[in-house]
């Protein structure tokens, strides 16, 4: 069955830092969505990625979906205590199938 | 307000006791999905369903069961809750449309924290 795999597991930084988690799949997809959940919350859309190669920022948040469709990144820069959380990739084999999840990545960021 | 809910939110039980967590969404979304969550181990689906009477096995679907009679809800069910069971549960619903383009957002309830004695 597909599935979606993404690294690292946990990722530890000072503010200001940089930060990136990866996102693969077995699989070629047809859209990917980023969530992003807080500690003791529940996750959150922040993006859906659809074509090719495609790349959309929001603030300091640059998602990239991969040429063939296989892969995407979420790239953080200059993080802030506020960006706290696990972040988890989701992917669609198909438009209208069912939603797989990344294991996610938990981010702490030190003051 | 657009919204899934789910209740309980906390739940002390003991093994071998029958439960339902129910779940409820108002945005008239046809993909309904049940998780796990435990520490290490992400977000594993249970259930998943694409519409009313229509429903599937997700990841780690043992020991649960489902039904979707309505649009709006899709409860779960431990027949025989063990404390392999103790989680953080989450439903969430989205619309499909079918089309890669739109946007399919999945929306997630608060969780029901559930520990099986």
């Known amino acids: 069955g597909q599935q979606v795999m993404q690294i690292p597991q946990y990722q530890h930084v000072q503010e200001g830092e940089d930060f990136t988690t990866y996102c693969n799949s077995s699989?070629?997809?047809?859209?990917i969505q980023w969530y992003k959940q807080r500690p003791g919350g529940h996750p959150v859309f922040l993006i859906q990625?659809?074509?090719?190669?495609e790349v959309k920022k929001q603030k300091r948040l640059t998602f990239q979906f991969g040429e063939a469709k296989k892969n995407s990144s979420l790239h953080i820069t200059a993080t802030q205590t506020t960006d706290v959380g696990t972040y988890f990739c989701?992917?669609?084999?198909?438009?209208?199938?069912?939603?797989?999840f990344g294991e996610g990545t938990q981010l702490t960021v030190n003051p | 307000e657009a919204q899934v809910t789910q209740n309980p939110r906390y739940l002390i039980t003991v093994t071998g006791k029958k439960l339902t967590v129910t779940c409820s969404q108002n945005?008239?979304?046809?993909?309904m999905s049940w998780y796990r969550q435990d520490p290490g181990l992400g977000l594993r689906q249970i259930y998943y369903?694409?519409?009313?009477?229509?429903?599937d096995k997700g990841d780690v679907p043992e020991g649960y069961k489902v039904s979707r009679k309505e649009k709006r809800n899709f409860p779960l069910i431990l027949e025989s809750p063990s404390p392999n069971q103790t989680s953080l549960y989450f439903c969430?619903?989205?619309?499909?449309?079918?089309?890669?383009?739109?946007?399919?957002?999945?929306?997630f309830g608060p969780g029901t924290r559930l520990l099986v004695l």
């Open positions: 699989t070629t997809l047809s859209n």
């Open positions: 969430a619903s989205s619309p499909l449309s079918g089309k890669a383009y739109r946007k399919e957002t999945q929306y």
């Open positions: 945005m008239n979304h046809e993909y």
């Open positions: 990625l659809v074509k090719s190669g």
């Open positions: 369903s694409m519409n009313v009477e229509v429903t």
């Open positions: 989701a992917g669609r084999k198909t438009s209208g199938s069912r939603l797989t």
